[in-house]
């Protein structure tokens, strides 16, 4: 009897260690096209702006049953303007600013929920890369690469087994330290 139950037992622990292995994440594709509202300024014909778009190309693989990596590229169109002169009125010029970067998705729901057709996703962002500012010379921001990054948290809802929306919310540090929501369309496979 003693035999038997430690037989049982070793093929239960195998059958949960097969079971924890199944992931909808790992070995997976997920693109996402999205759109955010970044604080800062920006001018435009109809006055001036307290924020400005962003969108952002994404696209990620699952490496582990838990984590998915990527890279990610972009488009914000900005306000440059020289260092101010006293007595001089308002002087600015608008940008192209393209970004890029990698991604790192930590998705904590896998160690919870072992459905390989989960419909909602909940996950841990960070995002690191660069913003290049194409500003003429003596205008702030200064002309070149900078350094960005974002930490947050992501929520995923598909309508079937490929396709979804999803919302973030992650703390930037572009021009000012912010928070902001992003929003957009998921495809993943």
Not at 73 to 86: D, E, F, I, M
Not at 150 to 170: D, N, R
Request: positive net charge; contains cysteine; charged residues 15%.
């Amino acid at each position: 009897m003693k035999k038997q139950s430690i037989i049982l037992l070793a093929l239960l622990f195998l059958s949960l260690s097969l079971e924890a292995q199944d992931s909808f994440i790992k070995n997976r594709w997920n693109f996402k096209a999205g759109y955010a509202s970044y604080q800062g300024f920006f001018v435009s014909n109809h006055g001036i702006n307290q924020s400005f778009g962003n969108y952002r190309l994404e696209a990620n693989y699952g490496i582990l049953n838990f984590l998915e990596t990527g890279l990610y590229l972009g488009y914000s169109r900005t306000t440059s303007q020289p260092v101010p002169v006293v007595g001089q009125g308002l002087i600015y010029q608008n940008l192209n600013t393209p970004f890029f970067g990698v991604c790192l998705n930590f998705h904590p729901l896998t160690f919870l929920i072992k459905k390989p057709d989960f419909r909602f996703d909940f996950y841990l962002l960070g995002r690191y890369g660069g913003i290049y500012y194409s500003s003429p010379k003596d205008y702030i921001p200064a002309k070149g690469l900078k350094f960005q990054n974002s930490q947050g948290a992501g929520l995923a809802f598909y309508f079937t087994k490929h396709i979804g929306i999803f919302t973030e919310y992650s703390f930037s540090e572009l021009h000012l330290k912010s928070g902001n929501f992003r929003f957009g369309l998921s495809v993943k496979f």
